[in-house]
């Protein structure tokens, strides 16, 4: 059964720094791309990072380019999410979702795009 498991959520400081992980099992994450998603309350779920299943190709929305890198561990089949340099407005669940589309070089931060997911990890940036 594929399965998502997100982890390394938590309360940071302004300025501070969390590295997100999402666990993948029932699947290779080899064939898939991943996202990176998250909702704050009472907004919209809205993409933050993902990587195209060649591994080649990521994105960034623009509000946190230059802050929050996505890597992925093909040994451990787990995606992270390194955010620095966070800001209270990062407060949100952290989500991350994957869809089968082996090969290619191109990946979406749109939430429609993506089929299964995580149960999501909390975020708080708070002083």
């Known amino acids: 059964q594929l399965q998502l498991v997100e982890s390394g959520g938590g309360l940071v400081q302004p300025g501070g720094s969390l590295r997100l992980s999402c666990a993948a099992s029932?699947?290779?994450?080899?064939?898939?791309?991943i996202g990176w998603f998250r909702q704050a309350p009472g907004k919209e779920r809205e993409g933050v990072s993902c990587m195209a299943s060649s591994g080649g190709t990521t994105h960034y929305a623009e509000s946190v380019k230059g802050r929050f890198t996505i890597s992925k561990d093909n040994a451990k089949n787990t995606v992270y999410l390194q955010m620095n340099s966070l800001k209270p407005e990062d407060t949100a669940v952290y989500y991350c979702?994957?869809?089968?589309?082996?090969?290619?070089?191109?990946?979406?931060?749109?939430?429609?795009?993506?089929?299964?997911w995580g149960q999501g990890t909390q975020v708080t940036v708070s002083s």
């Open positions: 029932g699947f290779t994450l080899d064939y898939y791309n």
């Open positions: 979702a994957v869809r089968y589309y082996s090969g290619t070089y191109y990946c979406a931060l749109n939430m429609y795009e993506y089929n299964y």
